[in-house]
C-alpha cells in the first residue's frame, strides 16, 4: 500500500477550531444552541425593568399620579371672626334686678345714700309702722312719680316700685304697655296671677333673672295688669318683698 499523504498543519488546526465551536454551541443534555445575550448593561436593564411604568400600577390598570401643590401662590390675609360676632346687646336703663342705677339690693340706707349723687337727695317716704322695719327711700320730698321708691326691710334695700311708662324694665316692659306685650317679652318666665283687688286684673309675676352676688338670689319682676289689660305699675327685687301686694302696708 502506497501511503496517505500528511495534512498541512495549517488545514489541521482550522479543523479543529471549527470542531471545538460546534461543542461549544451545543448544551450538555443535547438541546439546540442558546441565543448569545449581551449582558453589557444588564444592571441598568434590571432597574429599568424593576420600576414602575408611570400610568400603571400592579395590576396593569392605569394609574394617575397628581401633584398636590395647596399652598396659595400669594399671601392671604388671616381670616376675620366679623361675621361670627353676636349683634351689639341694647343699651339698657338705670333699671336692673339686681338693683337701680348706683343702688344695689343689699344695701343699707347709708350705703344707698352715699352711693346717689343724683339730685335731688335721697328722702324717707314716711316712717317704718310700729312693729315694722319696712320703709320706703325716694329722691326728693317722696310726693311726686318720677323715680322708683326704694323698699327698705330690716335695714337693707330689699325691692324698687316703678309707676313711670318712661323708666324701662329689665327685659324690655315697661308701664302702658299691653299686657300681651309682656308675656311675649318674658315668654316661658312668667306667672299669671289674679289682682288681688282689681276684677280682671292680673300680677304678672317674671323669674329666672339673676341679681347676681349683690342680690343674693335670683331677681323677681312683677307687672300690675289692670282690668283694662294695660301695665299701670311694675316693681323688682327679691322673694318675699317684692310678692308685697300692699308694699309696707
Given amino acids: 500500500m502506497g501511503e496517505r499523504p500528511a495534512v498541512p498543519a495549517a488545514a ?12 461549544c454551541q451545543r448544551h450538555d443534555d443535547g438541546g439546540d444552541a442558546a441565543a448569545i ?8 436593564a434590571s432597574a429599568a425593568a424593576a420600576a414602575p411604568v408611570p400610568g400603571d400600577d400592579d395590576d396593569g390598570a392605569p394609574q394617575q399620579t397628581l401633584a398636590l401643590d395647596d399652598q396659595p401662590a400669594e399671601d392671604v390675609p388671616p381670616a376675620t371672626a366679623s361675621g361670627l360676632q353676636p349683634p351689639p346687646s341694647r343699651e339698657t336703663g338705670p333699671a336692673r334686678v339686681d338693683g337701680y342705677g348706683p343702688l344695689r339690693i343689699g344695701m343699707t340706707a347709708e350705703q344707698m345714700r352715699a352711693a346717689w349723687t343724683e339730685q335731688p337727695a335721697l328722702a324717707a317716704i314716711g316712717e317704718p309702722a310700729e312693729g315694722s322695719s319696712c320703709h320706703y327711700l325716694r329722691a326728693g320730698n317722696g310726693s311726686g312719680g318720677e323715680s322708683p321708691a326704694f323698699m327698705l326691710e330690716d335695714g337693707r334695700f330689699v325691692r324698687y316700685d316703678v309707676s313711670d311708662p318712661d323708666i324701662e324694665a329689665p327685659g324690655g316692659g315697661r308701664v302702658g304697655v299691653q299686657g300681651d306685650a309682656i308675656r311675649a317679652l318674658y315668654a316661658g ?3 299669671a296671677m289674679p289682682h288681688k283687688y282689681v276684677e280682671g286684673g292680673q300680677y304678672l309675676r317674671v323669674t329666672g333673672l339673676g341679681v347676681g352676688d349683690a342680690g343674693g338670689g335670683d331677681g323677681v319682676l312683677v307687672f300690675v295688669v289692670d282690668a283694662d289689660g294695660r301695665v299701670s305699675a311694675w316693681r ?9 301686694v300692699e308694699g309696707c302696708s
Fill in 189 to 191: 318666665r312668667y306667672e
Fill in 37 to 44: 445575550v449581551d449582558t453589557t448593561d444588564a444592571p441598568a
Fill in 12 to 23: 489541521l488546526a482550522a479543523m479543529l477550531a471549527a470542531v471545538l465551536l460546534v461543542g
Fill in 236 to 244: 323688682a327685687g327679691r322673694a318675699p318683698q317684692v310678692d308685697y
